[in-house]
């Protein structure tokens, strides 16, 4: 703060005196047409970033749910009441513990198959979005570096037409460059973050399907050893 003070001291330096909403106006405008690219950018990640938040929230739900409930029956043994609860439950546990439980007579390792093979298909799912994150991370600061790039160019362009060097003259150019880049950074972390977020909250949803599924199969392959020993 002192160091604010002694520079509004300084000869033909003020204080801007603007809102937050004369600020992001203006910064806008200065932006120029790259606005539009980066804003278009912003819009696409927090819209897919807010749908995956919410989608993997309610998937999350009803696999501990499913997971709790399938768990139960069947250390009761109760198989048949199991079948139909993961039938007819919308969730990627239920489905995979369903395709493991639809072949519970035919072996360990078809069920162990079946399993693997649900289980790739329910990740493609929930793996859905990820990438149109993934692409926004990396396409943001390209666009910032695009803008300074345009920007500088067009600052040297002045430069070029006054013959001489002016802040005056570059000071549109150069507002171009500084606003693209931080716009472009200030999409890209945040969508960043939510991206990392996303991936360990399906990876620890995966890691809980597998530990009940593999619960699963052991308590499949008792009742059938105890079956054939009787």
């Given amino acids: ?14 204080a801007p005196h603007k809102t937050w909403q004369q600020w992001v106006a203006q910064s806008w405008h200065d932006t120029g047409w790259m606005v539009w690219p980066l804003s278009a950018t912003a819009l696409i990640g927090i819209i897919v ?4 938040f919410f989608n993997l929230m309610a998937k999350a739900s009803r696999t501990r749910r499913i997971l709790k409930e399938v768990d139960e029956l069947l250390t009761q ?7 139909d609860l993961t039938r007819d439950t919308n969730a990627p546990a239920a489905r995979i513990l369903y395709a493991g439980l639809e072949r519970h007579e035919e072996g360990t390792e078809r069920i162990m198959k079946a399993i693997e093979n649900q289980g790739l298909l329910e990740m493609s799912k929930l793996e859905k979005g990820l990438v149109v994150l993934a692409t926004v991370t990396n396409i943001a600061p390209l666009l910032g570096f695009l803008g300074t790039v345009l920007g500088m160019i067009i ?7 006054a013959g001489e060097v002016e802040a005056t003259a570059v000071a549109g150019g150069i507002k171009i460059a500084l606003y693209t880049t931080a716009y472009g950074l200030m999409i890209a972390i945040p969508i960043s ?6 991936v360990s909250r399906i990876d620890a949803l995966v890691i ?6 593999q619960k699963m199969v052991d308590i499949l392959h008792a ?8």
Avoid at 1 to 14: A, E, F, I
Avoid at 49 to 52: G, I, L, P, R
Avoid at 155 to 161: D, K, P, R, Y
């Fill in 155 to 161: 600052a040297f362009a002045s430069i070029q037409a």
């Fill in 1 to 14: 703060m002192r160091l604010y003070g002694v520079l509004l001291q300084l000869p033909g330096v003020t």
């Fill in 77 to 83: 043994h109760r198989i048949k009441e199991a079948l």
């Fill in 49 to 52: 970033a807010a749908w995956k």
């Fill in 193 to 198: 973050i939510a991206h990392n977020y996303f």
């Fill in 223 to 230: 009742i059938s050893s105890g079956k054939a020993a009787a």
């Fill in 208 to 213: 809980d399907m597998e530990e009940s599924a």
